[in-house]
């Protein structure tokens, strides 16, 4: 019998206190309401570890990880218009990132048809690697990505980013990489301000970012089909040994931050074909929480996806 699916989350999540700001602590405590109401679906539960010096610098250069350090001790306060800390951000962020590396670990262990959700705050897909942005302090996607590719024999991830903003933090610190396919899907305009399809990497990397810009308004027909059609062929060519989503449920019709439309089933579909493609490729799978505001939508979702991917309980 295969393991059952990993889902990796720790309480200091509730430490990183944003205030009234929308990426808040109640987020987590709806998701995990949610879950534990439906006896977390079959998935085993996981407590993170924090992620160590050397995992954060795979990606973050020392100079970022001690100013997040420093403002944390200080008490906290604004990096930028955006982004905010308080004491207990600095140990959240840690293991926002651990809980990453440890589902990779677990993931790669455990081969095909492993699965893994790590849901943990602050969130990450838009910092790259020398700065704090868009709510994000660490990049945990992508130093989970260059752990598997430094540290466990990996050679190429597939990074899929079906939050409703730009990851241009992944982009950023993967754009001259060879190793790693990093295919985002999101609304344009609308912030960071980057991810024009014209933006295809650089370098040994060439090609191996893809950007697909949603038009506002757009619901399940267009992101199921942008993702059927575009990212998913892709990433099948691409044969990455793992595949990993940033899972933002911003892109919900009822998410205060954006203004695209796909459901709650729209997600699950989404899910589905991520893992169909997982599966036919015969490597694991592990999705990441980014984004989604709107708590009651971020929770059905979430558990919709996990009742969909995980046993049949």
Known sequence: MP?????????????????????????????????????????????????TRAQLELVHPAAHIDLIERSCLA?????????????????????????????????????????????????GHHAPAEKAMGFCLF????????????????????IVDWD??????????????????????????????????????????????????????SGDAEWVGALRDLVLIRGEAFAPELVLVSAGFDAHADDPLADCRVSDQGFVTMARLVRGLADRLGVPLGFVLEGGYDVRALARSVTAVMAELGPKV
């Open 139 to 158: 990049n945990n996607i992508a130093i989970g990505a260059q752990f598997a590719l430094r540290e466990l024999g990996c050679r190429r991830v597939l």
């Open 75 to 123: 008490g906290g306060g604004m990096l930028d218009a955006d982004t905010v800390v308080s004491e207990g951000s600095f140990v959240a962020a840690l293991h926002a990132a651990g809980g990453v590396v440890e589902m990779v670990s677990r993931l790669l262990e455990g081969g095909a048809g492993s699965l893994g959700f790590s849901a943990h705050r602050p969130p």
């Open 164 to 217: 409703v903003h730009h990851g241009n933090g992944t982009q950023d610190i993967f754009w001259e990489s060879e190793q790693v396919l990093f295919a985002s899907m999101h609304q344009m305009p609308l912030y960071p301000g980057s991810g024009a399809a014209e933006e295809t990497g650089g370098g040994a990397g060439r090609r191996c970012t893809l950007n697909v810009p949603m038009h506002p308004g």
């Open 3 to 51: 393991a059952p699916p990993s889902f990796f989350s720790h309480p200091s999540s509730l430490e990183h206190d944003t205030g009234a700001h929308p990426e808040q602590a109640g987020r987590i405590v709806a998701i995990e309401a949610a879950l534990a109401a439906r006896d977390w679906l079959g998935w085993e539960r996981v407590l993170s570890v924090p992620a």
